[in-house]
Nanobody, 118 residues
Framework: VQLQASGGGLVQPGGSLRLSCSAS????????MFWYRQAPGKQREIVAK???????TYAHAVKGRFTISRDNAKNTVYLQMNSLRPGDTAVYYC?????????????WGQGTLVTVSS
């Protein structure tokens, strides 16, 4: 199983970035897909979730600014991030949870760094 995240970088406040996460080795269409982030000195936190059933949820801090989407034909999940703030600076990770679920069925990408700074 491999999750490859990309799209991070340095952006000015108010700018946008689009993260991508390509998955292989899993049945992507039945996977619940997540984006998490971890800022320096802080715990990892969930950013957005897109379940295999089509349910989407966002953390309060990003609601209205970030959009999660997925393309099952390409085995890829995206995170469109708009109106970025310095507080969004973090390493962003994609995560896939697959049936029958549980820690041994949860897979992580390597992370991509997003830095929001002027």
């Amino acid at each position: 199983v491999q999750l490859q995240a990309s799209g991070g970088g340095l952006v000015q406040p108010g700018g946008s970035l689009r993260l991508s996460c390509s998955a292989s080795g899993i049945s992507f269409s039945i996977a619940d897909m997540f984006w998490y982030r971890q800022a320096p000195g802080k715990q990892r936190e969930i950013v957005a979730k897109f379940t295999s059933a089509g349910s989407i949820t966002y953390a309060h801090a990003v609601k209205g600014r970030f959009t999660i989407s997925r393309d099952n034909a390409k085995n890829t999940v995206y995170l469109q991030m708009n109106s970025l703030r310095p507080g969004d600076t973090a390493v962003y990770y994609c995560n896939a949870d697959v049936p029958p679920y549980g820690p041994e069925y949860s897979y992580w990408g390597q992370g991509t760094l997003v830095t929001v700074s002027s």
